[in-house]
């Protein structure tokens, strides 16, 4: 079976810090991961996303994740935290149905202060 | 292009009542997932519609069905509502093929009294 664990439920880093937030997965086929952000009252937004090829995938507003099968693991991180980073997010892996029925980790939020 | 719509964005129903919820795919997508979100943690899948046919479903009772139209909106229906099935509903659209992500919509949140 598939899963997510994201380590940390709470992350809190002063503006201008690194970002780190962390996630592991278990799959028993190759996987492709997704990391989604979640501000209030609104649905998800996808970050960045692994599939195939390059083990370092950079997505939108500065994140990138590098995915390290030797760890199973696919962590984001962003050299320099904003104000408007902060936000709930969600480590994804593909489930057994299939490329877009995602399984999802329990979420990070991340705070950020001045 | 017009992204994913979802309403009511908000419902209160009573324990035992039945509810629908509605979605409208983004423009070009023919795919729609429904995911189930409860307070603190991550989206559940549900299930997922395809040319009109469910393709695939996630660990939901049958009381939870869902119907895709020609247009590839969709709807979400709950029956016999329990305290439980109070959280954030959210659909999803993609295309099939390639490596095309989903694209999800600001949900629907459901509290069930």
């Known amino acids: 079976a598939q899963s997510v664990t994201q380590l940390g439920s709470h992350v809190s880093v002063s503006e201008g810090a690194l970002v780190l937030l962390r996630c592991n997965y278990s799959s028993s086929v190759p996987p492709y991961l997704f990391w989604y952000v979640q501000y209030p009252n609104q649905g998800l937004q996808l970050l960045l996303k692994y599939t195939t090829g390059a083990t370092l995938v950079k997505g939108i507003n500065g994140f990138e994740a590098e995915f390290k099968k030797s760890e199973t693991s696919f962590h984001l991180t962003k050299p320099s935290a904003h104000m408007s980073d902060a936000a709930e997010y969600f480590c994804?892996?593909?489930?057994?149905?299939?490329?877009?029925?995602?399984?999802f980790g329990a979420g990070t939020r991340l705070a950020v202060h001045p | 292009e017009t992204g994913v719509t979802q309403s009511p964005t908000h419902l209160i129903k009573t324990r035992g009542q039945q509810v629908t919820l509605r979605c409208s795919s983004q423009?070009?997508?023919?795919?729609v997932s429904w995911y189930q979100q409860a307070l603190g943690q991550g989206p559940q899948f549900i299930f997922q519609?395809?040319?009109?046919?469910?393709?695939g479903r996630g660990n939901f009772p049958p009381r939870f069905s869902g119907l895709q139209f020609p247009n590839y909106s969709s709807e979400l229906n709950v029956n016999a509502l329990e305290l439980d099935d109070s959280a954030l509903y959210l659909c999803a659209s993609t295309s099939t093929g390639g490596n095309s992500p989903l694209h999800f919509g600001n949900g629907t949140r459901l509290t069930v009294t």
């Open positions: 994804a892996v593909t489930g057994p149905r299939g490329y877009n029925k995602l399984i």
């Open positions: 519609y395809y040319r009109e046919e469910e393709n």
């Open positions: 423009s070009g997508h023919n795919t």
